[in-house]
């Protein structure tokens, strides 16, 4: 049977590219300057903050890393999110290597039968995350001049992440992880060294053939997000040629609301035209961690690329990334509230213990909130399934 597509996509889509096309044509030294912006950006911070963490990443779900971490770390994964313990490692590859790893790390999971649809579907919305050395370095450090915004950003990344995990294993529709990892739930040391060995033994090639593999599968996805950067870098200098910018700047005079709208485009552009000609305050922070926190559609584009094979719907996660957004941005202005925003990079040692005093304490008084919300949200839960239950027995 043929697929029925909405009229968007028969219609309207089409005449944007069709559009995107004749300002090509139109404005080719802006257009080709916007290029050159992307690339250099793609070259000189996304692939070397990017490439050696997702070389490591595929080199380590080669030499079987995966199977490891899944025994050892069952009984934290299942009762606090309900996804196996291998879902630790496509969290971590989404904290350290930062998106699309997460959701290509999904992919892998879902592809190899480790993690159920439902459960991809879940994990995928909380773990494809940017990564430290991209929030720090790239937007706190570079753009903001400032490291503390920086943690402050990441942070709130963080907490905003681990929120949603939480809130979403409310939604698991089965009681108990269905896989074959429940039998880790009384995991051990030994039993993780015994699942790596079993793994090494029917699926190693060879440390040579493993890292030959890692490179090229990195290489072929740093290609694939540089694409994605440079054609977003590119439309983006299209809205802004056509006035939108300018239009929007001046109907509502909010300075950083143009690079809001351009961030939710391409992140790491957003952040840029936010942080400039502005000191980093708390407003404009929380629309930076915002805009990090959803990703931006040229990654949500590259998310889609890595889970076309697989059966995760892009609709429930696009739901999810902009709730995390909204937590993010309220959890960075939560902060904020608390801790002094600098105007420089960290200086002396004295500077440093302060702001991780504040911090530490702004997170514990924060901990407490959302442990309290996390407790009420519970008790609603059962309280509705125990409504369920009692209904369908009459």
Not at 104 to 117: C, H, N, P, S, W
Not at 279 to 304: C, D, E, K, R, Y
Request: aromatic residues 10%.
């Amino acid at each position: 049977m043929r697929k029925k597509y909405p009229a968007i996509f028969i219609i309207i889509i089409p005449s944007l590219v069709v559009l995107f096309n004749i300002y090509l044509i139109m404005h080719p030294t802006d257009m080709i300057t916007a290029a050159k912006d992307g690339l250099l950006l793609w070259f000189n911070q996304v692939l070397p903050s990017l490439l050696p963490f997702v070389v490591g990443a595929n080199l380590l779900a080669g030499l079987g890393f995966i199977h490891f971490l899944g025994a050892l770390t069952a009984p934290i994964m299942v009762p606090l999110f309900k996804i196996p313990g291998s879902g630790a490692y496509a969290l971590l590859s989404g904290f350290t290597s930062g998106y699309p790893m997460g959701a290509k790390a999904v992919a892998y999971l879902r592809e190899t039968g480790k993690i159920q649809q439902q459960e991809a579907q879940r994990l995928i919305a909380f773990s494809n995350n940017a990564g430290p050395l991209f929030i720090v370095g790239f937007i706190g450090t570079s753009l903001f001049g400032s490291t503390k915004s920086g943690y402050i950003l990441l942070i709130s990344h963080i907490t905003a992440a681990i929120v949603m995990g939480l809130v979403l294993r409310f939604f698991s529709k089965t009681s108990e992880v269905s896989t074959i990892n429940q039998k880790h739930m009384e995991s051990s040391l030994k039993l993780a060294f015994k699942e790596l060995l079993t793994f090494r033994q029917d699926h190693y090639k060879g440390f040579g053939q493993a890292l030959g593999t890692s490179i090229k599968n990195a290489m072929e996805s740093m290609v694939l997000i540089g694409g994605y950067i440079i054609v977003f870098c590119v439309l983006i200098k299209a809205l802004e040629i056509s006035g939108l910018f300018e239009s929007l700047n001046k109907l509502t005079g909010i300075p950083w609301l143009t690079g809001f709208v351009a961030g939710i485009l391409e992140v790491a552009n957003g952040a840029k035209m936010i942080s400039q000609g502005s000191l980093p305050n708390p407003t404009t922070l929380s629309a930076t961690a915002a805009l990090i926190s959803f990703g931006g559609l040229s990654v949500h584009g590259q998310t889609a690329h890595f889970i076309r094979n697989i059966d995760i719907k892009i609709a429930p996660y696009l739901v999810a990334k902009c709730l995390q957004a909204v937590m993010a941005g309220a959890i960075c202005l939560f902060i904020t509230s608390y801790v002094t925003v600098p105007t420089a990079v960290i200086g002396s040692r004295a500077m440093e213990r302060e702001f991780f005093n504040q911090v530490i304490s702004a997170s514990y008084d924060f901990a407490i909130l959302i442990a309290v919300i996390m407790l009420i949200a519970f008790c609603i839960s059962l309280l509705i399934s125990s409504v369920i239950k009692f209904l369908r027995l009459w």
